[in-house]
């Protein structure tokens, strides 16, 4: 077995990431049919329905899910759709304050736009209240002002009113209480995940459960050139593709080195000689 | 009466929501309700009951200077600033926004982004194809890795069709069942919870 | 180079989180207490703020019943106190016991009779085949409660490999998402701290 300390393979993987941001590759982003799925479904959505956002990731998952929340608040503002945020993660809240920045800046207005309900405690059993009454589980929004007061929430009193949820899920609550939850209502869902755990949620695709899957970083990318709104994720392709290409290399060579030096202990062994 | 009537609670309380999914009772759907709400305030208390009890930790190690103490100083003098600005200024207040989008958050996306060099030193060192499991596995990595990003269709234009298969149709399957069992398994601890088999929660039992 | 005091601050700590790649060292450890002290006020905060619109405030507006779940909510702090925390047991056992129905009984639903029925897919394909046959023998390679038979034992090293194969495509994905965070993490140091990034 080859000893190398592995600063050094520290230091490889942070030049494969950071060279290709100094001189950018080039290389071509294809658009997936995930990404394409929930693309179709928010265009497929009239101006003025009413999606409810929840932005329920920290800050751990910025670099993964960021970029994504960033594009679709974009998207959303284009088609004209309204925007219900909230959070089931404590610290999903500053997350919804960004995707209401983003509103803010096209001219959107809080409270008939969008409306920011901030964080609901209680995990899956705080998705159940809310589900089942929005206004008496959220009494006010993020600015005080009481949800008989706010436009965009009248006639809004169960899910069943929304058109679309997008669920961030990076951490739990996520998608898995989502879809619990949704049951009664058959709202549809579109899972925005960061790429560690897609594969636990592609059994709610094929089943009909969600309209698609937004993956971590690639798939904002890819939605980014659905809508023209290219962005961090697009920049971050080339970083991306040659930090994979580290890891394959690390395990191909990790295999390589370690079944030549098993052969070569086997023959020293053979032989009678030393191992070495 | 002090384990039994908090036991009793929780079978009564878990049945009625059980049911109230089941059977179309308004009396059972106002109750569910009401309870549902009920948790979400005491969820809010126990967010702060957590950081009141982690304070207190930390005060205890300050004041009988245990191991590393030291450290603890600009813990608390953060907690005070950054929960004071909170409470009397709200979370919208500048100071409370400026801590978490300036200490928390950059430290907290650095510290999981430290794990991709724990994870290259592991595939270099530890990922091995012993066998055929082995080597399934690592095959199907580094497909996947190829597939979802530019190197694969580089390669050969099919890599992506050939990730999207592998997600679609032996990971699903492998994760439905996966998922299954898990189901299975929640309803028989449900069960145990709620009969009072189970009385973990009750701590000090 | 930026010239704000917030970059700065988050581009210093940010390497000395880093700093533990070299080794162990002061200023990690630092970073670590400081995000442990602003993680707990944050959360004090914000529970405190839905305490006051979801309870204190309906109060106030005559809605006497948040009474009620205020006051178990205070209960609660007895677990603070060694003699006195079992009256915690009643606000926890109302937690507890609503988590788990809330979940049970979204899961039989969400995870047993729709999953099973996306599972009853007519033999035709390939792809319907091994869907069928790796549900199956996932199901059957966790079956623990009987001695296997030889159909049971062969069906659960097939899926063995239906499961090497999802933990390979999860491993690529992990590995996809710790790449992620490192280059939002580099971008930041070297873009948004250090201005070398466009």
């Known amino acids: 077995?080859?000893?190398?300390?592995?600063?050094?393979?520290?230091?490889?993987?942070?030049?494969?990431?950071?060279?290709?941001?100094?001189?950018?590759?080039?290389?071509?982003?294809?658009?997936?049919?995930?990404?394409?799925?929930?693309?179709?479904?928010?265009?497929?959505?009239?101006?003025?329905?009413?999606?409810?956002?929840?932005?329920?990731?920290?800050?751990?998952?910025?670099?993964?899910?960021?970029?994504?929340?960033?594009?679709?608040?974009?998207?959303?503002?284009?088609?004209?759709?309204?925007?219900?945020?909230?959070?089931?993660?404590?610290?999903?809240?500053?997350?919804?304050?960004?995707?209401?920045?983003?509103?803010?800046?096209?001219?959107?207005?809080?409270?008939?736009?969008?409306?920011?309900?901030?964080?609901?405690?209680?995990?899956?059993?705080?998705?159940?209240?809310?589900?089942?009454?929005?206004?008496?589980?959220?009494?006010?929004?993020?600015?005080?002002?009481?949800?008989?007061?706010?436009?965009?929430?009248?006639?809004?009193?169960?899910?069943?009113?929304?058109?679309?949820?997008?669920?961030?899920?990076?951490?739990?609550?996520?998608?898995?209480?989502?879809?619990?939850?949704?049951?009664?209502?058959?709202?549809?869902?579109?899972i925005v995940i960061s790429t560690g755990a897609m594969a636990t949620v592609t059994v709610y695709v094929q089943a009909g459960q969600a309209v698609g899957i937004l993956g971590g970083l690639q798939a904002a990318a890819e939605y980014e050139k659905l809508t023209g709104f290219l962005g961090a994720a697009t920049k971050a392709m080339d970083s991306q593709s040659m930090g994979y290409l580290v890891f394959i290399s690390a395990i191909v060579l990790g295999n390589v080195f370690y079944f030549a030096g098993k052969r070569a202990a086997s023959r020293s062994g053979a032989a009678g000689g030393k191992r070495i | 009466m002090r384990r039994e009537a908090p036991l009793i609670?929780?079978?009564?309380?878990?049945?009625?929501?059980?049911?109230?999914?089941?059977?179309?009772?308004?009396?059972?759907?106002?109750?569910?309700?009401?309870?549902?709400?009920?948790?979400?305030?005491?969820?809010?208390?126990?967010?702060?009951?957590?950081?009141?009890?982690?304070?207190?930790?930390?005060i205890m190690k300050v004041s009988r200077r245990s191991s590393l103490w030291l450290y603890s100083v600009p813990l608390l003098v953060v907690f005070i600033v950054m929960s004071g600005a909170g409470l009397f200024g709200g979370t919208k207040a500048p100071v409370f926004t400026w801590l978490f989008d300036r200490v928390y958050a950059p430290v907290d996306a650095s510290l999981y982004g430290m794990y991709a060099f724990f994870l290259l030193s592991a595939c270099f060192r530890a990922f091995r194809a012993k066998n055929l499991l082995a080597t399934a596995l690592l095959v199907t990595g580094i497909v996947v890795m190829l597939g979802r990003s530019a190197l694969g269709p580089m390669l050969h234009h099919q890599f992506p069709t050939a990730v999207e298969w592998i997600f679609d149709i032996p990971n699903t399957a492998a994760n439905r069942g996966v998922l299954i069992g898990a189901t299975l398994g929640l309803m028989s601890a449900s069960f145990r919870l709620l009969v009072g088999i189970d009385r973990s929660y009750m701590a000090g039992e | 180079m930026s010239t704000d005091i917030g970059v700065w601050v988050a581009g210093l700590l940010t390497l000395a989180t880093y700093s533990y790649l070299y080794k162990e060292n002061p200023a990690y450890r630092l970073a670590e207490y400081l995000v442990v002290g602003v993680g707990a006020g944050y959360t004090l905060a914000l529970g405190w703020q839905n305490i006051t619109a979801k309870a204190i405030q309906p109060i106030q507006q005559g809605r006497y019943l948040s009474l009620l779940p205020l006051l178990l909510g205070v209960l609660l702090f007895t677990k603070l106190s060694q003699k006195q925390s079992w009256i915690a047991r009643y606000p926890m056992a109302i937690m507890v016991s609503l988590g788990v129905a809330v979940s049970v009984r979204g899961a039989v639903s969400a995870n047993l009779t729709r999953q099973i029925g996306a599972t009853m897919l007519p033999l035709t394909s390939t792809n319907n085949i091994l869907m069928v046959l790796g549900t199956a023998t996932v199901l059957g390679y966790f079956f623990f409660t009987f001695p296997a038979n030889k159909a049971l034992t062969y069906g659960s090293r097939v899926g063995q490999m239906f499961l090497m194969v999802a933990f390979g495509a999860m491993i690529g994905s992990v590995v996809m998402l710790r790449i992620a965070i490192l280059i939002s993490r580099i971008t930041f140091v070297f873009g948004d701290w250090w201005g070398i990034l466009k």
């Open chain 2, 9 to 58: 609670l929780s079978s009564v309380i878990g049945i009625v929501v059980i049911l109230e999914a089941f059977v179309q009772v308004p009396l059972l759907t106002t109750i569910a309700k009401e309870l549902m709400d009920w948790v979400v305030i005491l969820s809010a208390a126990a967010l702060c009951l957590a950081s009141v009890h982690l304070m207190r930790t930390h």
């Open chain 1, 1 to 190: 077995m080859v000893e190398i300390d592995k600063r050094w393979l520290y230091l490889v993987l942070f030049l494969a990431v950071f060279v290709p941001m100094l001189r950018p590759l080039g290389l071509p982003v294809d658009v997936g049919k995930w990404s394409s799925d929930v693309f179709k479904a928010v265009e497929a959505l009239p101006p003025g329905s009413v999606v409810l956002l929840s932005t329920d990731f920290t800050p751990s998952a910025e670099g993964e899910v960021g970029a994504t929340r960033d594009v679709i608040a974009k998207h959303l503002v284009s088609r004209g759709l309204k925007a219900v945020l909230v959070s089931f993660v404590p610290q999903g809240v500053r997350q919804a304050d960004m995707v209401a920045a983003i509103y803010e800046a096209a001219g959107k207005r809080s409270g008939v736009d969008f409306v920011n309900l901030g964080y609901v405690p209680g995990g899956e059993t705080g998705i159940a209240a809310f589900f089942a009454d929005i206004k008496k589980t959220c009494p006010s929004d993020t600015k005080g002002v009481p949800v008989e007061q706010i436009p965009l929430l009248q006639g809004l009193d169960t899910i069943e009113g929304i058109s679309l949820i997008i669920q961030f899920h990076t951490t739990v609550p996520g998608a898995h209480e989502y879809v619990r939850q949704l049951v009664p209502y058959g709202v549809p869902l579109a």
